[in-house]
T-cell receptor
């Protein structure tokens, strides 16, 4: 079945530094990837949608200069949290959709927990 | 964009059948209905997907009425390990699409 790998699973960084999270579709080509963030006891909030080779589309209220998304290939998308601050601490989850995952099925990564000190 | 509404939480006992209903009044013609399960600190996991009528797989059934404005996920004989948050998601890959999560339903299975 379709598998999405997300790395790192946990990251702790100091305030002001940048952190990169990778999302890879292992056995299918992901035409579109989605990035979500989730706070404790809350639902997933869509941050942005990215298509391979084009700029990401950000949801209202999400700072594009803060959360840089690069979808350079059909199997890799990255989310970089720039100049991270404690309020950016959250659980970030990527998902991908492509032909092997099912035409309308999102396959999710395991998530990355970011803690900013 | 179809917005989904689900009960915030449900309790059940082991061995019982659990039905979770999701309302999606603004569902579009091309939209599919997909249910996911999420455990703490994990990504959501696919359970079942349908477009209309009834779909069944090895873990669940999905009932969708003719007007498609709602759907019901049915989990037969739940166990403690089914304690999780369940989300219904509505969307499609036709045209401009995005997948917005609702509140989800927090299911707690009691012994």
């Amino acid at each position: 079945g379709a598998v999405v790998s997300q790395h790192p699973s946990r990251v702790i960084c100091k305030s002001g530094t940048s952190v990169k999270i990778e999302c890879r579709s292992l056995d299918f080509q992901a035409t579109t990837m989605f990035w979500y963030r989730q706070f404790p006891k809350q639902s997933l909030m869509l941050m942005a949608t990215s298509n391979e080779g084009s700029k990401a589309t950000y949801e209202q209220g999400v700072e594009k200069d803060k959360f840089l998304i690069n979808h350079a290939s059909l199997t890799l998308s990255t989310l970089t949290v720039t100049s991270a601050h404690p309020e950016d601490s959250s659980f970030y989850i990527c998902s991908a959709i492509g032909s092997a995952s099912g035409a309308n099925v999102l396959t999710f990564g395991a998530g990355s927990r970011l803690t900013v000190l | 964009l179809a917005k989904t509404t689900q009960p915030i939480s449900m309790d059940s006992y082991e061995g019982q059948e659990v039905n979770i209903t999701c309302s999606h009044n603004n569902i579009a013609t091309n939209d599919y209905i997909t249910w996911y399960q999420q455990f703490p600190s994990q990504g959501p996991r696919f359970i079942i997907q349908g477009y209309k009528t009834k779909v069944t797989n090895e873990v669940a059934s999905l009932f969708i009425p003719a007007d498609r404005k709602s759907s019901t996920l049915s989990l037969p004989r739940v166990s403690l390990s089914d304690t999780a948050v369940y989300y219904c998601l509505v969307g499609s890959t036709s045209g401009t699409y995005k997948y917005i999560f609702g509140t989800g339903t927090r299911l707690k299975v009691l012994a």
